[in-house]
C-alpha cells in the first residue's frame, strides 16, 4: 500500500511539474490563424472629450456560421454617454456570458464583450480554457451584430440589465475597457475560465469605478449567477425574486420581432422596466 501511495504521488508531481514547465514555456501571441470573426482587433484613439474606435465589428448573420464581415470607426463623445447594460446570456447548467452595451445621446450602442480567441477550426472547451490554450479578446461590435446574433441566430434567451450609475462613471467604465482593449491589442493574454473570463473582467471594470465593489462569492465565479450578484449588492435595480427579474428583462422576443428594424436597441429596449 505504502508502495502504491509513493507512485501515486510521484505520478501527480511529475504531471505538476510537467504542466509548471507547459505553463512558462507557452505564451500567449496575436499571430495565430484566427477564426474570421475574431481576426480583427478593435483598438482607440482618445482625444480629450471624444474617443475614435476602429474596426467595430458589425457583421451581417444570414445563420450562426454563415455571415458577411464588415467592420466600421466611429468617433464617440464622451460626455453623451447616456446608459450602460449588463447583458446574460445564460446557456446549460451553470455556464452563461456575459457584456456590456454603452448607449449614447444620437441612439447608437456599441457592445463589448470579453471573449475566447479561437483559431480556425478550433472550438471553445471549459477544461482548455484552464490550461493557457485559449487568449483572450475584447470585441467591440455594434449591437446589430453582437447581440442580433444571440436572440435571433443562436435562438438564446438574453437578458439586459440597466446599471444604475452615473454618467461620469459610465464614462470611466468604457474608458476604461476600450483601454485595456488597447492593451491586450500590444500584449496579449491568455483567457481562463475561472479567473480571466467574461464576468471577472467586467467585475474589475466595475470595481475601477464603483464604490460599492462587487464581493468575493461563488456567483463572481459563475456567469451564469452574475446577475443576480449584481440584483443582490444593487447594481441592478428590480423588484421581486431574480426569476421574476429575469422574465422582464428578457429581450429575445422582442429581439427576434424586429430584427429588421434600423431601431433595433431601442425597441428591444422599450419592453425593459422603469
Given at each position: 500500500m505504502k508502495r502504491c501511495s509513493k507512485i501515486i504521488l510521484g505520478l501527480l508531481a511529475i504531471i505538476i511539474i510537467g504542466y509548471g514547465v507547459f505553463a512558462v514555456s507557452v505564451r500567449p501571441s496575436n499571430a495565430r490563424d484566427w477564426s474570421e470573426d475574431l481576426s480583427v482587433l478593435a483598438t482607440s484613439e482618445f482625444n480629450d472629450n471624444l474617443v475614435t474606435i476602429k474596426n467595430i465589428r458589425?457583421?451581417?448573420?444570414?445563420?450562426?456560421?454563415?455571415?458577411?464581415?464588415?467592420?466600421?470607426?466611429?468617433?464617440?463623445?464622451?460626455?453623451?454617454?447616456?446608459?450602460?447594460d449588463f447583458i446574460v446570456e445564460p446557456f446549460s447548467g451553470v455556464a452563461a456570458h456575459t457584456f456590456v452595451a454603452f448607449g449614447f445621446e444620437d441612439g447608437s450602442y456599441v457592445d463589448i464583450s470579453i471573449e475566447v480567441?479561437?483559431?480556425k477550426g478550433e472550438f471553445y472547451n471549459i477544461f482548455?480554457?484552464?490550461?493557457?490554450?485559449?487568449?483572450?479578446?475584447?470585441?467591440?461590435?455594434d449591437e446589430n451584430d453582437v447581440l442580433k446574433l444571440r436572440t435571433n441566430h443562436r435562438k438564446d434567451d438574453v437578458y439586459i440589465y440597466p446599471i444604475d450609475t452615473t454618467k461620469e462613471k459610465m464614462r470611466k467604465m468604457f474608458v476604461s475597457m476600450l483601454s485595456r482593449a488597447n492593451k491586450l491589442a500590444k500584449e496579449p493574454e491568455f483567457y481562463n475560465t475561472v479567473t480571466n473570463n467574461c464576468t471577472t473582467n467586467i467585475v474589475e471594470h466595475v470595481n475601477e469605478i464603483s464604490t460599492k465593489r462587487v464581493p468575493l462569492s461563488y456567483k463572481y465565479f459563475l456567469p451564469k449567477y452574475s446577475d443576480e450578484l449584481a440584483y443582490e449588492i444593487g447594481l441592478i435595480k428590480g423588484e421581486g425574486t431574480i426569476e421574476e427579474l429575469r422574465e422582464s428583462h428578457n429581450v429575445k422576443e422582442v429581439a427576434n420581432l424586429y430584427g429588421d428594424d434600423p431601431d433595433f436597441s431601442h425597441k428591444i429596449r422599450e419592453i425593459l422596466p422603469e
Open positions: 458589425n457583421f451581417k448573420y444570414d445563420s450562426v456560421l454563415e455571415y458577411t464581415p464588415d467592420y466600421y470607426d466611429k468617433t464617440f463623445d464622451l460626455n453623451e454617454i447616456k446608459s450602460v480567441r479561437r483559431e482548455k480554457g484552464m490550461v493557457r490554450r485559449f487568449e483572450l479578446v475584447y470585441v467591440v461590435a
